[in-house]
């Protein structure tokens, strides 16, 4: 991920946070599964290597620009939760996935869309 504002976000992550897993290039982009923080941010080494596609020459050891954490899977959702049905629910209407030109691999969710977004999940 080469984007401020995501790697912004992903500062924020601590150690056993949850978050959804979001497939976005795909026919029908959805909220598919959840998965856990086990790693908080640290440098993305990948940016310091000229053989990577994700090499930065900017970034360096000492004064890294990009960082990366580590996740789990924890499960898969009971049913895939679509970008079309979460902007069909009013009460996810102020979420961060939703605002247009801000989608972003790395977004927060707010604890109210989180039990909105395992609702819709639920009811298939």
């Not at 401020?4 to 949850?18: C, I, P, S, W």
């Not at 290597?49 to 020459?57: G, L, Q």
């Not at 996740?71 to 996810?92: D, G």
């Not at 989608?103 to 999940?121: A, F, G, N, T």
Request: hydrophobic share 40%; with cysteine; aromatic share 10%.
């Amino acid at each position: 991920m080469r984007n401020f504002v995501a790697r912004n976000n992903m500062l924020e992550m601590k150690k056993g946070d949850l978050g959804f897993f979001y497939h976005s290039s795909i026919a029908e982009p959805a909220a598919i599964g959840i998965c856990e923080v086990v790693h908080e941010a640290y440098a993305d080494f990948t940016a310091f290597d000229p053989k990577s596609e994700y090499y930065d020459r900017k970034s360096k050891p000492e004064k890294p620009l990009w960082q990366m954490v580590d996740v789990r899977f924890v499960e898969t959702l009971p049913h895939p939760v679509t970008l079309a049905q979460m902007r069909a629910e009013p009460r996810l209407v102020g979420m961060a996935l939703l605002r247009r030109g801000q989608r972003l691999s790395v977004q927060p969710v707010m604890p109210h869309e989180w039990k909105v977004v395992l609702e819709l999940s639920r009811r298939g």
